[in-house]
């Protein structure tokens, strides 16, 4: 075991907290992204560290911390599965970190300590760059700041005991703004590059959420128990109606039991064919990761590829998929109409896909499509008929349905009539294809709440929705929502008036919370400007911002250059208030001391640079003798105050010979 004492300097308790309380902020926003065991372990050897320090213990010896770091990189390679990618390198960074707590004893150990933390401090934003965990960041900064000042200063007595964490933390605080000039210039004339720049293919994404690829009876329901933003939305004219508001999303048309899923990309299938009519909707979408390929569109999509968003290609059935899975908060432009023909010709092959069923399934719901359709009803006649069951028998739309039985349509349709959309969805579905009438589901969000102080609609995942289409002739496919016959407000209002009683709502999605309903639109308002003016200051965004500083148009290969020339200009601006000893924060005592200094030299005796305050308080007595008594008085009382070893003085006592110091430099009045 080693030993505390020798010749090595012994860092204050001081230093050791600021460290310490830097990495517990750290720590606890790395606790919602690793593993639990690795902030758990910060905690332990913290604490030990503490301590060691408080209770003079030993240091743990080589032999004990040499199989606790192969233990801790074992444990990353288990729980991880490597030692590399994101999620592990910042996880095996974080357990050293923790680890070296227990060698860090000397000025230089702190120093390296100190420089490892802002490192494994700013990573954090490589999991999420959420403003709060940006101000949080910088909380971490400025503490691992003050720990640097606290080891610097440690051998210097002229700070009052008392005062020290105010006088460090203020001191780091200065630090971190005069950087902000430097900071600002590097954000704004940094060349973007398009896309994410933290593309880690081995990174995990199993925590983001949204719409799947498939659907059956449970799924919806679940995901609308999610108060997570899906995505915003911004439009250019006035925003539709909320029953206008169908974001669409995957389109499902194979049914195998209870799950409905996607056509293959292998089946070649021509897209089908548009006719709009009225204006077109134009609107920017904010879309949320959710490690999909899919783009949430307003139904429905203008198809020109000029029309849809950058990398991004348009599926048969006008499902727009992205080139890459969706992985960091994208921005994109949409282009859509409301009123529209859609796929006026239905191919052979289309059409069988869209009356597949599998046989010797849900026999009492087959009865009642074949019941139809021995009644020679139209395939208009259908429709309105399963609308009027769902509208005038006893269904109930809940987020909390029953379990189905081994025929689940069946089931739900004579037996259990409590569901939610992808119940209603998914049954009307089978009905329709059971009698004949070509069929689909399409699932994505419905409606969304407007955010008045930004007057942008929020779409969250409690707003997942799924509806139908079914082919007519003459009218191509047509959106019928049978959620809509069974509870009209989820439609026209939303979930939340649908469902206003619900406890398994999200409170965000309930309308019996008014006060905290407006105080988070308040701040999605600020969180949305963050994500459009910081997080989404992308390549775009800077040629235009520079375009109209500049007043002309600027290449982007030119950013560079104007970068290394503005931060010279910066740097030389820096230079010259250092050296001309101007613009610098200086302490209350110099500042009163600058006034002594321009009074005298007003009066044709300024101070050179090689005289101490001491001699030149002579020579300015000897050359103003009238003001001799006052200069001198003033001199000794600033060389007393700014160059004599004290003893810790009180606060008031400070500010007591301030304030005699200020009153003298007043009072001096030179003719």
């Known amino acids: 075991m080693a030993s505390q004492t020798g010749t090595q300097t012994h860092i204050s308790m001081h230093a050791i907290i600021w ?53 801790g990189g074992l444990a990353v390679l288990l729980t991880y599965g490597s030692l590399f990618g994101r999620d592990a390198s910042v996880g095996l960074l974080a357990v050293m970190i923790s680890m070296k707590l227990l060698e860090t004893r000397t000025k230089r150990d702190f120093i390296v300590m100190v420089v490892l933390s802002y490192f494994l401090t700013v990573n954090i934003l490589l999991f999420t760059q959420a403003i709060w965990v940006f101000l949080a960041v910088l909380l971490a900064l400025t503490g691992l700041t003050a720990c640097l000042i606290s080891v610097s200063h440690q051998n210097k007595k002229i700070i009052p005991s008392p005062q ?30 398009p896309g994410p720049i933290w593309g880690i293919p081995q990174d995990s994404y199993s925590g983001m959420t949204g719409l799947s690829d498939s659907m059956e009876p449970g799924n919806i329901s679940q995901l609308s128990l999610s108060s997570k933003i899906a995505f915003r939305v911004e439009f250019k004219s006035a925003i539709p109606a909320n029953n206008q508001l169908y974001w669409r999303g995957p389109v499902l048309w194979h049914q195998e039991g209870r799950r409905w899923q996607m056509t293959s990309d292998s089946i070649p299938l021509p897209i089908e064919t548009l006719e709009t009519s009225g204006v077109a909707t134009d609107y920017t979408i ?90 020679k009803k139209s395939p208009t006649a259908i429709v309105e008929a399963a609308l009027k069951m769902f509208r005038e028998q006893e269904f109930i739309y809940t987020l909390a349905p029953p379990r189905l039985g081994k025929e689940p349509v069946d089931d739900f349709l004579f037996n259990t009539k409590r569901g939610f959309c992808e119940h209603y969805a998914s049954s009307f579905v089978y009905l329709m294809r ?81 006060m905290l309903k407006h105080l988070y639109m308040n701040w999605d308002a600020v969180n949305n400007g963050w994500n459009q003016w910081v997080l989404g200051y992308d390549q775009a965004k800077q040629l235009a911002l520079l375009k109209k500083l500049i007043n002309k148009d600027i290449a982007w290969e030119d950013i560079g250059l104007l970068l290394v020339v503005t931060m010279i200009a910066l740097m030389l601006f820096v230079s010259y208030l250092l050296l001309s000893n101007k613009g610098i924060a200086l302490s209350p005592t110099n500042r009163i001391y600058q006034q002594f200094l321009k009074k005298l030299a007003k009066a044709g005796v300024p101070k050179l640079r090689h005289e101490g305050a001491i001699n030149f308080g002579h020579r300015a007595a000897k050359a103003l003798p009238n003001q001799a008594i006052e200069i001198l008085e003033i001199s000794a009382l600033y060389s007393s105050m700014q160059y004599a070893k004290h003893q810790a003085s009180s606060e008031k006592t400070n500010k007591e010979t301030l304030s005699i110091l200020k009153q003298l430099v007043k009072n001096l009045k030179i003719k």
């Open 164 to 193: 020290i964490w105010k006088v460090q933390a203020k001191l780091a605080a200065k630090l971190l703004l005069q950087a902000t000039p430097i900071m600002l210039v590097l954000f704004v004339l940094f060349p973007r590059i």
């Open 286 to 375: 904010t879309l949320e990761p959710h490690n999909r390929n899919w783009l949430l569109m307003l139904d429905l999509p203008e198809i020109a590829a000029s029309a849809l968003p950058a990398e991004a290609r348009i599926k048969h059935d006008m499902q727009v998929l992205s080139k890459e899975p969706i992985r960091t908060r994208i921005r994109y432009q949409g282009h859509s109409y409301l009123h529209y023909k859609l796929g006026a010709q239905l191919s052979e092959r289309e059409r069988t896909l869209a009356l597949q069923l599998i046989e010797d399934e849900n026999p009492k719901t087959r009865q009642l499509a074949a019941k139809w359709v021995s009644e």
């Open 434 to 514: 059971a009698a004949g009438v070509p069929a689909r589901i399409v699932t994505g969000y419905q409606g969304g709440e407007i955010n008045p102080n930004g007057n942008y609609l929020i779409i969250r995942q409690s707003d997942a929705h799924a509806w139908a289409e079914i082919w007519l002739q003459g009218n191509g496919w047509v959106r019928i929502d049978p959620t809509s016959a069974v509870s009209p407000d989820r439609i026209e209002m939303g979930i939340g008036a649908a469902l206003p009683d619900s406890n398994l709502l999200p409170l965000l999605s309930r309308q019996d919370y008014p």
């Open 19 to 71: 460290l310490l309380l830097s990495l517990s902020i750290t720590f606890t926003l790395y606790a919602f992204n690793l593993e639990n065991w690795v902030p758990a372990c910060f905690i332990v050897f913290a604490i030990w560290r503490y301590l060691i320090e408080k209770n003079n213990w030993l240091y743990p010896s080589l032999w004990l911390r040499l199989p606790l770091t192969l233990a």
